[in-house]
């Protein structure tokens, strides 16, 4: 029982140890966001950190402007910035951007037609694979509850020979 007990403290121990470093990792600001960046206006700030976070990393993939060390990221930020300084709203800075740098600078694109497969295609899948599962389970318990048909005679006098060769 303590060998048990030990175990699941252990067990807890570690999960706890992973959770917090996974929030941890959550719950920290971006490192990629030099000093030299960041505007004066806390609220302009707040708003070139929010758009940073939607726009993708050209460079790094699956990465947002905002979490990447690379130069285009950089110069990106600085790009964003000097929009909200001169007057563009979040709107704006986007269509800018994705103008110039195609929809693939989003992180999250827009649904639309040439999009429908990228947003719907995922949970499609997850409902066919489980439709799928189902039918397999109802075929297997099925198949589980038939009975077997009952032998003919040919195969049971080779049963009986195969028997009898088995013990001799």
Not at 16 to 39: F, H, Y
Not at 77 to 101: C, F, I, K, P
């Amino acid at each position: 029982m303590t060998r048990t007990l030990r175990c699941v403290a252990g067990c807890l121990f570690a999960l706890t140890v992973l959770v917090s470093l996974c929030l941890s990792g959550l719950l920290s600001p971006a490192v990629a966001v030099l000093p030299s960046e960041r505007l004066a206006d806390p609220a302009l700030e707040a708003r070139a950190r929010m758009l940073s976070q939607e726009l993708r990393c050209l460079v790094c993939q699956n990465q947002s402007i905002d979490d990447s060390n690379a130069d285009l990221a950089h110069d990106l930020r600085v790009l964003v910035r000097e929009r909200l300084q001169a007057g563009d709203s979040d709107r704006q800075v986007l269509a800018y951007l994705t103008s110039r740098y195609g929809e693939y600078v989003l992180l999250r694109p827009p649904v639309k037609p040439a999009t429908w497969l990228l947003w719907f295609g995922p949970p499609a899948l997850f409902v066919v694979g489980a439709v799928a599962m189902v039918f397999v389970w109802r075929r297997r318990r099925a198949a589980a509850g038939a009975v077997p048909a009952p032998l003919s005679a040919d195969e049971r006098q080779r049963l009986a020979r195969l028997m009898k060769e088995g013990t001799s």
